[in-house]
RNA sequence: AGAGAGGUGGCAGAGUGGUCGAAUGCGACGGUUUCGAAAACCGUUAUACCGGCGACGGUAUCGGGGGUUCGAAUCCCCCCUUCUCUACCA
């Protein structure tokens, strides 16, 4: 949620900011902000005036009654029934102000970091590198969906038996290929200076505003409506919210934090074509990372998180791409995104795995997530997350790109955490 | 899940209708003292919003929300949560 200060103050900024990510009615809900603001202080100003007046005149009346002056008593409760009655037409007309400005700033996207590219769409992306080497597969090479098959490691038969459809089961070398690279992650992670962590998969309602995904992505997470509780998208709702109301010594900073959960996504509306295997599930697994750090750190502290992700594809030796989202494809919440791509040598295609984000003070702002400066004044810190990694798409550039006649070989790094070097 | 008892500032802990944003203690910070430290003493020590260039003033907040009252930390209702006992379970 951005700040009503800064579309106050910078108002030209924010304008430009909300047209790079292409909010179509910039101008006119900055004008209503500004405009509900303007009320929103002018009426509170009134309502305190008047509730100091009556504070004072309760003051005064239990004076009066101790003294045993009845009759003044009366009289001045005269006077607090008038405030008490204006109260009842200014007191609920702050609160619908308010309402409506809170509504409004729901709305409102994050402002886009200088460094994110014009453009609207995932072609509009820059291209910050290639690295890798792109295998030469063999005439008969299959892709994964049919690789799972033939080896016998992911079902989705027995998933949607049990569940349904983007629910597969993992079986034998399957899931200890899962179980082994969640361990590899987690490591990797801890000797970059993540805490290892294990939140909650369920959260609260709080939860789903302080990061930004209610009210916005309501349809996109599994609710539990007996218990008003949601199933997370990802770990970044519980470890940020973690944070939430809270005032962050400034010796505990940079908070690092890594976290192993299953997601879970309904995914509505997106299930299509080239959704099959496991390129788009409801449930799966990731390692997210997460760091919330000072300001004016914020951005260094991404490029560590970049190259944090970027060592654990090299360690992979999966051929990757690093893009820079533009405007139009960036998330809500972001101001600068950088997405990571694999590439899946049997579907011909690159892969999102992962997706490193600074969203500067835009979920601290809803989370209330601060520390204080010298003065002793609080100030919102910055948030940022990770994927460090995703597994399915892993799991499918991996299956995809070390096909051989004698099996799936996998990169030497996860022979020790699988217990195997070969599916097959 | 049933019965009972609680939730007050960073922590501990008073306060059961008015002068209470809240005693006291601890901790933390600043100062005096000291060669330095400890001890002692003095002082400071919540957050958000509104008004003001500022000094400062105002409003709200005692788990959360609603209600009664001229006035609520204190009374009433709902919810959340903690502890004890019972039940259940990994």
């Not at 409760?77 to 702050?94: D, S, Y």
């Not at 007996?226 to 939430?244: C, F, G, H, M, Q």
């Not at 051929?319 to 533009?326: A, E, V």
Request: net charge negative; proline share 4%.
């Amino acid at each position: 949620m951005l700040q009503v200060s800064v579309l106050r103050e910078q108002t030209a900024h924010v304008l430009a900011g909300l047209a790079k990510k292409h909010y179509a009615t910039a101008e006119a809900d900055v004008a209503t902000v500004l405009d509900l603001d303007q009320r929103r202080r002018a009426l509170q100003t009134t309502n305190d005036a008047a509730q100091a007046e009556a504070n004072q005149l309760a003051t005064q009346i239990g004076g009066l009654m101790k003294a045993g002056d009845r009759a003044g008593a009366d009289a001045l409760k005269l006077r607090t029934a008038a405030l008490k009655q204006q109260a009842q037409t200014t007191g609920p007309e702050l609160a619908q102000v308010e309402k409506e400005l809170q509504q409004l700033l729901y709305k409102l996207p994050n402002l886009p970091h200088a460094s994110v590219p014009e453009g609207r769409h995932a072609a509009d992306n820059e291209i910050l590198r290639e690295a890798g080497t792109k295998p030469t597969l063999p005439a008969d090479a299959q892709p994964h969906w049919e690789l799972i098959k033939k080896f016998d490691i992911i079902d989705f038969e027995l998933g949607n038996k049990i569940t349904g459809a983007g629910f597969p089961v993992y079986k034998g070398q399957g899931a200890r290929l899962q179980r082994g690279l969640i361990n590899f992650f987690l490591d990797e992670a801890r000797a970059a200076g993540y805490t290892e962590m294990q939140p909650p998969i369920l959260v609260n309602e709080a939860s789903g505003y302080g990061t930004g995904n209610l009210p916005d992505k309501d349809g996109q997470m599994y609710h539990d409506a007996k218990d008003d509780l949601y199933l997370i998208p990802t770990a970044e709702v519980p470890l940020t919210n973690l944070y939430r109301d809270e005032i962050v010594a400034a010796n505990k900073l940079p908070v690092r934090m890594a976290g192993y959960t299953p997601c879970f996504r309904r995914e509505a509306g997106s299930w299509g074509a080239d959704v099959r295997g496991l390129n788009r599930l409801h449930q799966f697994d990731k390692i997210e990372i997460v760091q919330i750090t000072q300001p004016e750190n914020s951005y260094a502290a991404l490029e560590t998180m970049l190259a944090h992700v970027e060592g654990l594809l090299q360690k992979l030796s999966l051929p990757y791409r690093i893009l820079r989202l533009c405007g139009g494809d960036m998330s809500f919440t972001a101001a600068l995104t950088y997405d990571f791509e694999v590439w899946s040598a049997a579907q011909g295609r690159w892969l999102e795995v992962s997706s490193v984000s600074n969203f500067e003070t835009f979920q601290a702002n809803r989370l209330k997530c601060r520390y204080k400066v010298e003065g002793g004044k609080t100030q919102l810190l910055h948030t940022l997350n990770g994927s460090a990694l995703a597994l399915p798409r892993i799991v499918a550039a991996l299956l995809e790109n070390n096909q051989t006649a004698a099996g799936i070989t996998l990169p030497e790094v996860l022979h020790s955490y699988c217990g195997f070097g070969t599916i097959g």
